[in-house]
């Protein structure tokens, strides 16, 4: 009996065995303790299948520091010191020692405002046999040359042009007053730093290294997903962009502070604090339920229909689901307490020419429940409400419409998931849903999965995320069809947590990715105090809406006030 040789090859200089393609990569820092999310980093690249460290080495070079970059290092430990005390993403590591792997030094040499490593640098990065570079330098390199590396040097950046190693990282977004931050990969190999992913979170408005940790909470895993797409090695490299929404015009496009980008900076983190500690003008903001009936097919919403269902001042009330059962009308929504750490599920019934029912108690668990997703699949009732405290998805079954629900199925479990929001194609079931990483905002990244049942086993889309963009990737409502276009609710959640809807046309769906483009913005304002608007939804004739609303304390009433033209 002949024994199975490993099958290997040499694929673009990369070597390829039992399928699996090894990927030697190599770390290139300026400084020998760098900050510990650095080793995080390497970390999880480490856990790809086929990837294995080789080298490090540390580029050294006299550093020059103007003026306003040194009166940014003291304002960053003056930040460290009132906001960042106890967290430990940036605080030094000795990389060398924990990664068990002597250091090589090379001189780098410096050239205007990047670096290049000298004849004798290169020829030691060369000797390497590295096919990747990890690049950790709060200056970024000139562009390194192919014979390098030749899969290239990827850097990690907060902003256009800023190395997430540098302290102003996340700074400039701060000083113009940047909704949000842009955290990519790009390659220093490439010309003009090509990138390779790219993610739009929501900016930490007081905090400049409140801003850059955000950032390099979900950044420290870029490494590990682009490794894993170029592992697969099935044409789709290199990745496109993640973020489906272009880079805002107004977006900051400064490397390096200035004592005018510091003033700026520091005007509006004194006007924050300020803001902040101001008393109440007694204005209470409370989410509300608007509706209405309509044989229309509009994409929008016409805000002059609506009728208003109003909570109690001491509560709110969204997140609504139309639901339709024999003819009948219901909306399914989240009731939450003011000061309760968690919301149960409550229904009412609707009316188009009389005033609604009492709302009543649909489902109450130890943890909190928001975002009913109720569908019908073979004549039964089902319902997915969020469930991310529990860290699950869970299926909940009708056993006696509208108010009796019990648990049929964990449809996820162990996951930071929100939102959860199911179509039915044609040959399968996809599920819609928002998860986050560890220490990472739920808004931020939008996951696909498929089953050929509602009930399971869920697939993970092996591109997920699939979009990594704040403003358009939690999803606020069920998808819907016109005239034979696919259409998915979108919230946006840059300015503030659900500020407001994206109308999103689905460009193509299946197992290859998945594309939209926004058509229609659904944004607060047509009232003087609506604020907020983060969930839409139709069945059939009714199409409901959830706003937040400024109140005035003195109007507050103990009672709901429903279905009021206002």
């Given amino acids: 009996m002949i024994a199975n040789r490993p099958h290997q090859k040499v694929d673009d200089g990369i070597l390829v065995d039992d399928g699996i393609r090894q990927i ?5 820092l300026d400084r020998s303790f760098p900050e510990r999310w650095v080793l995080n980093c390497v970390n999880q690249a480490l856990t790809v299948s086929g990837v294995k460290l080789t080298a490090l080495v540390i580029a050294s070079e006299k550093p020059r520091q103007s003026l306003p970059v040194r009166l940014h290092h003291l304002f960053d430990k003056l930040d460290e010191h009132l906001r960042c005390r106890s967290e430990r993403l940036l605080a030094p590591a000795d990389v060398a020692a924990e990664l068990a792997l002597p250091p090589l030094h090379v001189h780098a040499v410096r050239q205007g405002d990047r670096w290049y490593p000298d004849e004798a640098g290169i020829a030691t990065l060369r000797n390497c046999e590295v096919d990747l570079w990890f690049c950790f330098a709060a200056v970024p390199p000139c562009r390194l040359p192919r014979p390098v590396s030749s899969l290239g040097a990827w850097g990690i950046e907060i902003g256009e042009g800023v190395p997430a190693t540098n302290v102003w990282a996340g700074a400039a977004e701060l000083s113009v007053g940047s909704p949000v931050t842009m955290v990519s990969v790009v390659d220093y190999a490439e010309a003009a730093d090509g990138p390779l992913y790219r993610s739009f979170g929501a900016t930490a408005t007081n905090s400049p290294r409140r801003n850059r940790l955000r950032a390099l909470c979900k950044g420290v895993s870029f490494f590990k997903r682009l490794l894993e797409r170029l ?17 805002p015009a107004r977006y900051p496009r400064l490397p390096a502070p200035t004592v005018s980008a510091l003033a700026r900076l520091s005007w509006r983190l004194a006007a924050n604090w300020v803001t902040h500690r101001l008393p109440s003008q007694r204005r ?9 009936f309509t044989d229309g097919n509009e994409l929008g919403c016409q ?16 997140d609504p689901f139309a639901v339709e059962y024999h003819g009948r009308y219901f909306i399914f929504f989240e009731e939450q307490l003011f000061g309760a750490r968690k919301g149960h599920l409550m229904a009412i019934e609707i009316f188009e020419d009389a005033e609604p029912g009492e709302a009543q108690l649909v489902l109450k668990r130890p943890y909190h429940l928001s975002y009913p997703f109720v569908f019908d ?3 039964t009732l089902y319902m997915i409400p969020e469930t991310a405290q529990n860290r699950t998805v869970e299926l909940y079954r009708c056993e006696e419409f509208p ?9 996820l479990d162990n996951v930071d998931a929100v939102d959860t929001t199911l179509w039915r194609g044609e040959d399968r079931w996809w599920m819609f849903v928002n998860v986050a990483e560890p220490s990472v905002d739920n808004t931020d990244e939008l996951h696909l999965y498929w089953s050929t049942t509602p009930f399971g086993p869920w697939t993970a889309h092996p591109q997920n995320p699939l979009l990594s963009d704040v403003r358009c990737a939690r999803p606020a409502g069920p998808l819907f069809s ?13 300015v503030v947590y659900g500020h407001s809807v994206l109308i999103n046309r689905v460009e193509s769906l299946g197992e290859d990715g998945y594309r939209e483009t926004a058509v229609r913005r659904i944004a607060p304002g047509w009232r003087e105090d609506a604020v907020r608007v983060h969930t839409v939804c139709e069945n059939k004739r009714l199409r409901v809406i959830d706003c937040m609303m400024r109140r005035s304390h003195t109007a507050v009433r103990t009672k709901p006030k429903m279905g009021r033209l206002e």
């Fill in 284 to 292: 209470l903001e409370q989410w509300q339920i608007g509706y209405y």
């Fill in 231 to 247: 592992a697969l090695d099935n044409g789709t490299w290199p990745p496109g962009l993640r973020a489906t929404l272009p880079t």
């Fill in 303 to 318: 805000f002059e229909r609506l009728r208003y269902l109003v909570p109690p001042g001491d509560r709110a009330w969204a």
């Fill in 482 to 494: 016109r005239g034979g276009t696919l259409y998915r609710p979108s919230q946006d959640c840059s």
């Fill in 24 to 28: 030697r990569i190599g770390v290139l």
């Fill in 377 to 379: 699949w073979e004549g």
């Fill in 403 to 411: 108010y009796r629900w019990r648990l049929h199925q964990v449809l």
